[in-house]
């Protein structure tokens, strides 16, 4: 299960926009470890989002998945991974007050072994991206 890491929350004082670190494998392909996130704290959250949550059982743990669907009680949200677990399926739905923010935004670092330029360059160019919300991924993930 994606969490991250624990000077987001530190860090983030009455802010708009924050940032995050992933760590874990279940929103594989849209994110992966490692990746760095821009969080809108407060946003609308509408089906298909990507949020940053706090995990029910152990509120001290922040996650990060999809909004799959509203239902009563909060909304269903699941991993982009269906492997990975750790989502609705584990817990139920996720109350409105857990949901931080939105992530509008991907940062992928480089790694050691992007070395030669054409690594480079194909690097620089999918670096940083905007997290969209996936419409009919939020249809294909109410169906599991």
Do not use: C
Request: aromatic share 10%.
């Amino acid at each position: 299960m994606p969490e991250l890491s624990q000077e987001t929350e530190r860090g983030r004082v009455a802010a708009l926009f924050g940032l995050a670190e992933v760590t874990g494998p279940s929103m594989v392909p849209t994110l992966y470890h490692g990746d760095q996130l821009v969080v809108q704290y407060g946003a609308r959250v509408r089906p298909g989002d990507v949020v940053v949550l706090r995990h029910p059982f152990q509120q001290d743990l922040l996650v990060v998945k999809r909004a799959a669907e509203r239902r009563e009680g909060g909304w269903w949200v699941l991993g982009d991974n269906a492997y990975a677990g750790g989502d609705s399926t584990d817990y139920g739905t996720v109350p409105d007050e857990l949901i931080l923010g939105r992530v509008r935004l991907r940062y992928r670092p480089r790694t050691s072994a992007q070395r030669s330029p054409f690594a480079w360059v194909r690097w620089a160019f999918s670096a940083a991206r905007p997290v969209l919300s996936a419409r009919s991924a939020s249809r294909r993930l109410r169906a599991r």
